[in-house]
């Protein structure tokens, strides 16, 4: 175990210690963290007593049970932070337009790795602030608007290792968008229009099982079900079984292919750079 | 008002340097309310009704709410940029000036990028107004009016009032956030899907049901009682006691020296 430490290759250090430091970073905003949970808080309220209306209306139709709708606004709350797609570090998109981007280049580290660490790092920041206490609450709400326990062990292991993946797909989705501003000199457009359709095709507007079955079905095959939507439905027990497997593997291949397909277009990007002195 | 009118203009000028930038943006704030307006159908396809109210009268609600969120953000953005104003020491150089100071703030900053929501409300009402199976007599007509002129001054008045607390915090109060985004969010539905005491808490302390819910019962002829036509003008008297706030606010207001 102490070898395999000394072994450890300095590279990785580096990564871990620039994640370290933006957490670090991150956790200093405590004040507007707390004024942040008692808004989710009410938006969480707000959005399950929407769907309590449709399921006293039509509980026939309704493609989870109320419970586990509760459970699944619940968790989104809780760990917002972890899949908003319009969250984007205004000094990464400041760096490119500004030139600023001639400092990090000059530092030895590999500046797509750089730039997932911190988002990573500032991402798990808030939600750990964010989380505890909205969860809390959540359980002890009466039966069908709390929060229930994951639906069995596996399916908690599951949540936690596909919330891990789905925060690194967001966060590759998200590099995408800033690697785009190389090539515009205005990103502001790319950014909402990007950030919008990801967030409302990830079932973050409302749950994916709710859109009509085609859509639904197609919108499975891309990675944006591998976001908040393969997790938080995990948990509440609305995928199991061969269809877990099947969506955890996709999410995999997504994962790998964005985190891929970024870095080689970053590669690209960065070998036509121009930074204009001044 | 010629004043007014003339720093609209420099707004309105100083934007179009930008063309792309500025059309780019309206798009997406196009998208962002389209998405929101799938999410809508997507729920009413699937159950045709909630609480009685089929999807062209929640479309009907669903537009007159992003018309008068929309209007009143293009106008009132300068109080929703309030503590980046007082942060910086803006506001100061605003109080030594001979002129209102309401009218400064509410002429600092036009939003003309939320057309992009503008436009998406005025096509939906293109679509529900002769779809809505209402019979369009000069009192509907006034109705919508009203609806949608309440609404606008109702989210002005908590536009002021996120602006007055900052006098207060110095920073903004994200709280603040569930009642002017969360009312255009959630009044995509008529109010009483969320219950009596939601309904009760928007009719008595912050008063969106008043231009929302009330009129549309009256626009829907489930309710002939002409009082509901009129809810909106006393929702309007909401900013009475947010002028109050801001005059205390001001009141306390220290600079914050920068």
């Known amino acids: 175990m102490i070898l395999h430490k000394e072994k450890s290759p300095p590279a990785a250090r580096k990564y871990l210690s620039l994640f370290r430091i933006r957490f670090i970073n991150g956790m200093q905003y405590r004040l507007a963290a707390y004024a942040g949970v008692a808004t989710q808080f009410a938006w969480g309220f ?41 969250f984007f570090e205004n000094e990464i998109f400041a760096a490119i337009t500004g030139g600023n981007i001639a400092y990090e280049l000059v530092r030895p580290v590999d ?39 994951p639906v069995s062990l596996f399916a908690f292991v599951m949540f936690v290792l596909t919330m891990a993946l789905g925060l690194a797909t967001v966060v590759a989705f998200s590099m995408l968008v800033y690697i785009s501003a190389f090539h515009t000199t205005n990103a502001g457009g790319v950014r909402i229009i990007a ?3 990801a967030d409302f095709l990830s079932g973050a507007l409302i749950p994916l099982p709710f859109f009509p079955d085609w859509l639904r079905k ?5 990675p944006f079900a591998s976001m908040q939507n393969l997790p938080l439905r995990i948990y509440c027990g609305n995928i199991a079984g061969v269809e877990l497997w099947r969506a955890a593997a996709l999410q995999i291949v997504w994962l790998a292919a ?15 750079v121009v930074v204009q002195g001044g | 008002m010629r004043l007014y009118l003339r720093y609209f203009s420099i707004h309105a000028r100083s934007l179009m340097q930008y063309k792309t930038s500025f059309f780019l943006t309206v798009f997406g704030q196009f998208i962002t309310s389209f998405t929101g307006f799938l999410a809508v159908w997507f729920m009413m396809d699937r159950y045709h009704e909630v609480q009685g109210f089929d999807f062209r009268e929640v479309s009907l609600c669903f537009a007159v709410m992003l018309m008068a969120f929309s209007l009143a953000e293009c106008f009132a953005r300068g109080f929703d940029t309030f503590p980046s104003m007082l942060g910086n020491g803006e506001f100061d150089r605003i109080m030594t000036r001979p002129r209102g100071l309401i009218f400064q703030v509410l002429a ?51 536009f002021i009032v996120y602006a007055s607390l900052c006098f207060f915090t110095t920073d903004g109060l994200e709280f603040m956030n569930i009642f002017t985004d969360g009312g255009r969010e959630f009044g995509r539905f008529p109010f009483s899907i969320y219950g009596d005491g939601i309904l009760r808490f928007l009719t008595y302390a912050i008063p969106l049901a008043l231009f929302q819910y009330y009129p549309l019962l009256y626009l829907t002829g489930r309710s002939g009682s002409l009082l509901y036509m009129f809810t909106p003008a006393l929702g309007c008297l909401f900013i009475v006691p947010c002028y109050l706030l801001w005059r205390l606010g001001l009141r306390h207001y220290k600079s914050t020296g920068s």
């Open chain 1, 195 to 197: 950030a919008t359709l």
């Open chain 1, 46 to 86: 707000m959005l399950i007593l929407q769907y309590a209306a449709f399921y006293k209306t039509n509980s026939v139709g309704f493609p989870m049970s109320l419970a586990q709708l509760s459970t699944y606004t619940w968790l989104q709350q809780a760990f917002l932070a972890l899949f908003m797609t319009w």
């Open chain 2, 108 to 158: 600092q900053k036009v939003e003309l990028s939320r057309l992009g929501r503008l436009a998406q409300a005025t096509l939906i009402f293109v679509w529900a107004i002769p779809a809505s199976g209402v019979v369009w007599t000069p009192d509907k007509i006034f109705t919508l009016v009203m609806m949608i002129s309440g609404g606008i001054v109702v989210f002005s008045g908590l």
């Open chain 1, 218 to 222: 197609i919108i499975e095959y891309t």
């Open chain 1, 258 to 272: 964005l985190i891929v397909g970024g870095w080689l277009w970053m590669r690209a990007s960065l070998r036509r």
């Open chain 1, 111 to 149: 500046l797509y790795t750089t730039w997932f660490t911190k988002n990573i790092a500032i991402r798990c920041s808030k939600a750990v602030l964010r989380c505890l206490p909205i969860l809390v609450v959540a359980v002890f709400l009466p039966a069908p608007y709390g929060l229930t326990p």
